[in-house]
């Protein structure tokens, strides 16, 4: 029963591909949200999504694209990948429209890597 | 910048004591602190929460304390379990960010028999 998921679980691929990861989340919850962890390990927002409508949405190259199509989806969508984009990406949701103080529930993360 | 710092990458403790986990924070706005706990290969899972009108929020092993004065908080783990060993990612929320959570480094804490 796994709350929330994310596929695939690794992906390498060359700079300049583009690639997507996906994440789905079976707790009914209305927000969802995408998250980086760097190299250093700083985990730092992306986006969020409340019911398909962006919320958050970070200092983040254009060549990343949230893509939600329902409430249980938010897919991330990247183009020309770069080697600074290595990285593992972290989805998460939350019960409510997204408002401070509700808990997030976190996917197992992607690890991106760049070659 | 680096608003929630936590100085102290790496934490060992003897099984049954202790641990005690800090993390400090520049940004007066923030007044909703979480502890998340991570294994390796997972996901960040919440531990403990703690909103800026309390001082102290208990659960179990769990206590977290918060200075407001000195944007300081820790992470208390009475007795300390094998199972505890992981990285602790102190986090933080204010008001009218919607739900950002801004997230310390993580401290490794490692529980030893």
């Known amino acids: 029963d796994t709350a929330v998921s994310q596929t695939p679980k690794y992906l390498v691929t060359q700079m300049g591909n583009d690639k997507s990861i996906k994440c789905e989340q079976n707790?009914?919850?209305?927000?969802m949200y995408w998250y980086k962890q760097d190299s250093k390990k700083f985990l730092k927002i992306m986006f969020s999504?409340?019911?398909?409508?962006?919320?958050i949405n970070e200092t983040v190259p254009n060549r990343f694209s949230p893509k939600s199509p329902d409430k249980a989806h938010l897919n991330l969508h990247i183009n020309s990948l770069e080697l600074g984009d290595s990285a593992v990406y972290f989805c998460?949701?939350?019960?409510?429209?997204?408002?401070?103080?509700?808990?997030?529930?976190f996917g197992p993360g992607t690890r991106l890597l760049v070659l | 910048d680096q608003q929630v710092k936590q100085n102290s990458p790496s934490l060992s403790v003897q099984e049954g004591r202790i641990s005690i986990l800090n993390c400090d924070y520049t940004?007066?706005?923030?007044?909703?602190f979480l502890w998340y706990k991570k294994y390796p290969a997972e996901g960040p899972t919440f531990l403990i929460s703690?909103?800026?009108?309390?001082d102290k929020n208990e659960d179990g092993r769990f206590t977290v304390f918060l200075n407001k004065s000195a944007k300081h908080l820790s992470l208390h783990i009475v007795p300390s379990q094998p199972g505890d060993s992981a990285v602790y990612f102190c986090?933080?929320?204010?008001?009218?960010?919607?739900?950002?959570?801004?997230f310390g480094t993580g401290t490794q804490l490692k529980v030893e028999l």
């Open positions: 998460a949701s939350s019960q409510g429209n997204g408002g401070y103080q509700e808990t997030q529930y």
């Open positions: 999504y409340n019911n398909k409508e962006l919320i």
């Open positions: 940004n007066s706005m923030f007044d909703y």
């Open positions: 707790l009914g919850h209305d927000t």
């Open positions: 986090a933080a929320s204010s008001p009218g960010g919607g739900n950002k959570l801004t």
């Open positions: 703690i909103s800026s009108i309390k």
